[in-house]
């Protein structure tokens, strides 16, 4: 079996993508971590910054020819660069719903089209999206970005689909709550009066759990677990209390599951 050796990530200037690179980097792999400035959080050994703006196709096309000129092989994709947008769906505009998607979704699709040329060619590729247990478990006032996630998740599954026999693997990582500065970079729609209760609580709430969950370390592991196996899961969520989470998710009927939802958020 071929060992992953270099990598391409996106959002690797900070949170979970600088983590994931570090300690990629750190396994023997060499990482090129994207981002709109070029640079990382924290330099380390194997992790080397470049400029890729995954909101142009241009700039995405240009990294990655410059990966594949410098190394002859792309071996692995994380898709992980994103934003998110906080407000019901009734305050919130269509440019809202643009500026969620054009990122993280489309942003993913630019990457994945611009590599798969070069993994079909070698025979070999990974291909990793960095989605959210969101995109199962959709919240209120995070409706753009549930069906984002959603959409990614799906985009993945279709695409292991289609790729069966090149030799190219994908895989989702759905993270639960991640301790980030995401929390603070997170845009705000607008909150109808009859929402602005409701609303308030509700992000005191998800902005306690996310400054309260995980190290971005955790989905820097499960991330390099998966390019380690022979076979990646398909999808696969970090910590048992959320892998059971998604186990329930699948079982329990959709009304219980939107109920249990709205109580507790």
Known sequence: MEKVKIVLLTGGSSGIGAATAK???????KVYAGSRRGTTEKPAPGVIPIRMDVNDEASVKAAVAEVISREGRLDALICNAGNGIYGPVEGSTVEDARYQFETTYFG???CIQAC????RAQGFG???????VMAILPLPFQGFYSS???????LSESLSLELEGSGIQCCSILPGDVKTGFTAARKQALIPPAYQEWADRNLRKIEKDEQGGMEPEVIGRAILRQLRRRKMRVRYIPR???GLVGILVRIVPESLKLWIIRKLY
Not at 148 to 154: N, W
Request: charged share 15%; hydrophobic share 55%.
């Open 23 to 29: 300690l990629l980097a750190a396994s023997g792999m």
């Open 108 to 110: 993913s699709l630019r």
């Open 116 to 119: 798969l040329g070069q993994m």
């Open 126 to 132: 990974r291909i990793i999206t960095v989605t959210s």
């Open 148 to 154: 984002v996630k959603a959409a990614m998740l799906s």
């Open 240 to 242: 048992i209390d959320y």
